[in-house]
Nanobody, 126 residues
Framework: QVQLVESGGGLVQAGGSLRLSCAASGRTFSNYAMGWFRQAPGRVREFVSAINRSGGSTYYADSVKGRFTISRDNAKNTVYLQMNSLSPEETAVYYC???????????????????WGQGTQVTGSS
């Protein structure tokens, strides 16, 4: 079993940066690929970014590519999402999620993630 706790959300002005953290419990963190999803009011939960178990492969939604960077520190059981050049379009609750690696395009298949946290609110102001 994995418990995930997100932190680092908040209010940022347009063009600002924010770093989200997701702390995982247990000793099996390295068994899981990790992803970040976000959900805005009235919208479906959408894929943002993902990273494989070793951290050697990363994936991004086209909308955030070049601005967001995902990373992980398996020694600390933590995954991060560095978000730069933020705008109001990034306003959403961000969720950290865990899953096994398998299948094509595994990183963006929301229904196959096994665990998720409570989320952290990110608000971009103009």
């Amino acid at each position: 079993q994995v418990q995930l706790v997100e932190s680092g959300g908040g209010l940022v002005q347009a063009g600002g940066s924010l770093r989200l953290s997701c702390a995982a419990s247990g000793r099996t963190f390295s068994n899981y690929a990790m992803g970040w999803f976000r959900q805005a009011p009235g919208r479906v939960r959408e894929f943002v970014s993902a990273i494989n178990r070793s951290g050697g492969s990363t994936y991004y939604a086209d909308s955030v590519k070049g601005r967001f960077t995902i990373s992980r520190d398996n020694a600390k059981n933590t995954v991060y999402l560095q978000m730069n050049s933020l705008s109001p379009e990034e306003t959403a609750v961000y969720y950290c999620e865990a899953r096994y690696e398998y299948g094509s395009s595994w990183w963006r298949k929301r229904d196959e993630y096994l665990y998720w946290g409570q989320g952290t609110q990110v608000t971009g102001s103009s």
